[in-house]
């Protein structure tokens, strides 16, 4: 335990109850078992369970609207108003609430891992866990740093709190409030612990563009050449699997900064999803699941033997796994790398449409972010009977504060500036849809990965793709020596039938237009042309 340099009183928070500040894992760990909070596993993870959130509330998050943020967030269906007098009651509510409790825990963490470019944010929960949680997902400051810890924001998260949407102008009883004036964010009704992580990389999301860092939703490692490769995708895509590889040196899995001098990792943890997790397919992040400092969120366990089953959705399918980053073997021992000479864009194409992987142009690779393309598949939510396109700009628009032209420009920038080789890959289907094709084999994933990153593509031939115009290799020797038909390169080759491939593919591409159509005044010349050809009609 570390003392508090700046006690809460300092930021007029009043209140009676016992403060732990700056507590340890195995402190933190106890303090979650004797609550009730959590139990652990036969190998010493802590398993908890979130109760009806099981996953982000996006629609319960809201921006203060004020002065400062009027024109510089992207206001919206990503960024939700709220008035600066709703935030005020429910702040005073919130005070409130924090002076009748009679235990508090208190972390003071960095989000950012380059000195320069980091944030000081206290976090204050009711809930032991969560503190473990956030503690093990943001960047700890030493002792000495703690000494003189001055948070510039603060996290009050309160899963017991209940919004009032007559008087706070929320929604229902839930509520994620940012006030990017008064550098408070306020967390109530919902257990689920990774608000507290997203809200520290939407603060960077928003400060960060001013300095001309570009942050990212992105997973990073380093090659053996000390090259940097970050990874962009949505959930599901592959982000903490194949940036998790025990030949490459692990930054980080989710959340990163691109400065003129590194990428760094805005954590110190990672927060991976657990459902349907295999040794054999994910060795390095199962391991992490039989350590002590690990929180298993909604992971079923057997109450008598505690044994895991990673299987089992009944309580999510969003099962997630929080870990200290150095749980994976060979990691950044700062958390940063060198700036990136690959930029990887990830997207499980449930449509069987993209190529295993495609070259990119820069203004193709600014078309693509700017997208944000993945597919949901049939039986994921109620309804989805169809391969479902979604499309998140940025890999992340939830996150991002900014119009998602700030974030695009200084991809595009830093890309050029670098000469950065940047590639798209489809870790969806292959040889039809979702229901007819079969998932891309992962041995094919990670074989014209590795070619792409160590250099084995640059001189093979490439033909031009006819619907989207980015360049995909026509023959890569690696998927013969992994035993792999060289005919997975061309996804209409794939498909028994090949009419039905075509209209497939036009109607993706349909969808591509009609989602970037919103983006085309706010990009040059040269992005609206990476877009791909209107479909003709047969």
């Given at each position: 335990m570390t003392p508090?340099?700046?006690?809460?009183?300092?930021?007029?928070?009043e209140t009676s109850a016992e403060i732990h500040p700056n507590l340890g894992t195995p402190e933190l760990v106890e303090a979650s078992i004797s609550s009730g909070e959590g139990a652990l596993s036969k190998d010493g993870a802590l398993v908890v369970k979130t109760g009806a959130h099981t996953g982000r509330s996006a629609k319960d998050k809201f921006i203060v609207r004020d002065s400062v943020t009027e024109d510089t967030v992207w206001w919206g269906k990503v960024n939700a108003s709220m008035t600066p007098e709703h935030f005020a009651a429910l702040k005073q509510d919130f005070l409130g609430a924090l002076g009748e409790k009679e235990t508090l825990y208190v972390a003071d963490l960095f989000g950012g891992s380059q000195a320069e470019h980091r944030v000081n944010v206290r976090v204050i929960n009711e809930l032991a866990w969560h503190n473990l949680f956030i503690r093990t997902l943001?960047?700890?400051?030493?002792?000495?740093?703690?000494?003189?810890?001055?948070?510039?924001?603060?996290?009050?998260?309160l899963p017991s709190f209940r919004a009032d949407p007559a008087r706070h102008?929320?929604?229902?009883?839930?509520?994620?409030?940012v006030n990017l004036s008064e550098k408070l964010i306020l967390i109530g009704g919902t257990k689920y612990a990774g608000e507290m992580k997203k809200s520290v990389f939407g603060i960077l999301n928003y400060l960060l563009p001013t300095k001309g860092v570009m942050p990212m939703h992105c997973s990073a490692n380093i090659g053996p050449d000390n090259k940097t490769a970050v990874f962009f995708g949505l959930s599901g895509t592959g982000k903490t699997t194949l940036s998790a590889d025990a030949s490459r040196t692990l930054i980080g899995d989710d959340e990163h900064g691109w400065s003129d001098t590194a990428v760094f990792n805005f954590e110190g943890g990672c927060y991976a999803k657990m459902i349907r997790l295999s040794e054999e397919a994910e060795p390095e992040i199962y391991a992490t699941t039989k350590r002590f400092g690990t929180v298993l969120e909604n992971v079923v366990m057997d109450e008598q033997t505690r044994t895991l089953d990673f299987d089992d959705n009944s309580l999510a399918e969003n099962t997630r796994g929080a870990y200290p980053i150095d749980f994976i073997p060979n990691t950044s021992a700062d958390n940063l790398g060198p700036v990136p000479s690959?930029?990887?864009?990830?997207?499980?194409?449930?449509?069987?449409?993209?190529?295993p992987i495609a070259r990119l142009t820069p203004e193709q690779a600014m078309y693509h972010f700017l997208s944000g393309y993945t597919a949901k598949v049939a039986?994921?939510?109620?309804?989805v009977t169809e391969p479902e396109a979604t499309f998140s700009t940025c890999f992340g628009a939830p996150f991002m504060p900014r119009h998602p032209s700030v974030y695009g420009n200084l991809l595009k920038e830093r890309i050029a500036k670098g000469g950065v080789q940047c590639w798209l890959l489809n870790t969806g289907w292959t040889g039809g849809k979702y229901g007819v094709g079969n998932r891309m084999p992962i041995k094919a994933t990670r074989?014209?990965?590795?070619?792409?990153?160590?250099?084995?593509?640059?001189?093979?031939?490439?033909?031009?793709?006819?619907?989207?115009?980015?360049?995909?290799?026509?023959h890569v020797p690696v998927l013969?020596?992994?035993?792999?038909?060289?005919?997975i390169l061309n996804p209409r080759e794939t498909w028994a039938d090949k009419r039905e491939y075509d209209a497939t593919a036009h109607k993706l591409v349909q969808l591509f237009i009609d989602n970037f159509a919103e983006f085309e005044?706010?990009?040059?010349?040269?992005?609206?042309?990476?877009?791909p050809d209107a479909p003709v009609a047969a």
């Amino acid at each position: 335990m570390t003392p508090l340099a700046h006690p809460l009183s300092s930021q007029g928070i009043e209140t009676s109850a016992e403060i732990h500040p700056n507590l340890g894992t195995p402190e933190l760990v106890e303090a979650s078992i004797s609550s009730g909070e959590g139990a652990l596993s036969k190998d010493g993870a802590l398993v908890v369970k979130t109760g009806a959130h099981t996953g982000r509330s996006a629609k319960d998050k809201f921006i203060v609207r004020d002065s400062v943020t009027e024109d510089t967030v992207w206001w919206g269906k990503v960024n939700a108003s709220m008035t600066p007098e709703h935030f005020a009651a429910l702040k005073q509510d919130f005070l409130g609430a924090l002076g009748e409790k009679e235990t508090l825990y208190v972390a003071d963490l960095f989000g950012g891992s380059q000195a320069e470019h980091r944030v000081n944010v206290r976090v204050i929960n009711e809930l032991a866990w969560h503190n473990l949680f956030i503690r093990t997902l943001l960047v700890r400051p030493n002792t000495d740093e703690l000494a003189d810890f001055a948070p510039e924001y603060t996290i009050i998260d309160l899963p017991s709190f209940r919004a009032d949407p007559a008087r706070h102008g929320t929604r229902g009883e839930t509520v994620i409030a940012v006030n990017l004036s008064e550098k408070l964010i306020l967390i109530g009704g919902t257990k689920y612990a990774g608000e507290m992580k997203k809200s520290v990389f939407g603060i960077l999301n928003y400060l960060l563009p001013t300095k001309g860092v570009m942050p990212m939703h992105c997973s990073a490692n380093i090659g053996p050449d000390n090259k940097t490769a970050v990874f962009f995708g949505l959930s599901g895509t592959g982000k903490t699997t194949l940036s998790a590889d025990a030949s490459r040196t692990l930054i980080g899995d989710d959340e990163h900064g691109w400065s003129d001098t590194a990428v760094f990792n805005f954590e110190g943890g990672c927060y991976a999803k657990m459902i349907r997790l295999s040794e054999e397919a994910e060795p390095e992040i199962y391991a992490t699941t039989k350590r002590f400092g690990t929180v298993l969120e909604n992971v079923v366990m057997d109450e008598q033997t505690r044994t895991l089953d990673f299987d089992d959705n009944s309580l999510a399918e969003n099962t997630r796994g929080a870990y200290p980053i150095d749980f994976i073997p060979n990691t950044s021992a700062d958390n940063l790398g060198p700036v990136p000479s690959n930029v990887v864009m990830l997207t499980a194409d449930a449509f069987g449409v993209l190529p295993p992987i495609a070259r990119l142009t820069p203004e193709q690779a600014m078309y693509h972010f700017l997208s944000g393309y993945t597919a949901k598949v049939a039986g994921t939510e109620i309804g989805v009977t169809e391969p479902e396109a979604t499309f998140s700009t940025c890999f992340g628009a939830p996150f991002m504060p900014r119009h998602p032209s700030v974030y695009g420009n200084l991809l595009k920038e830093r890309i050029a500036k670098g000469g950065v080789q940047c590639w798209l890959l489809n870790t969806g289907w292959t040889g039809g849809k979702y229901g007819v094709g079969n998932r891309m084999p992962i041995k094919a994933t990670r074989a014209l990965l590795n070619a792409a990153l160590n250099g084995d593509l640059d001189n093979v031939e490439y033909r031009r793709d006819d619907n989207f115009g980015f360049d995909v290799p026509v023959h890569v020797p690696v998927l013969a020596e992994a035993g792999i038909d060289q005919t997975i390169l061309n996804p209409r080759e794939t498909w028994a039938d090949k009419r039905e491939y075509d209209a497939t593919a036009h109607k993706l591409v349909q969808l591509f237009i009609d989602n970037f159509a919103e983006f085309e005044a706010h990009v040059d010349e040269g992005v609206r042309q990476a877009a791909p050809d209107a479909p003709v009609a047969a």
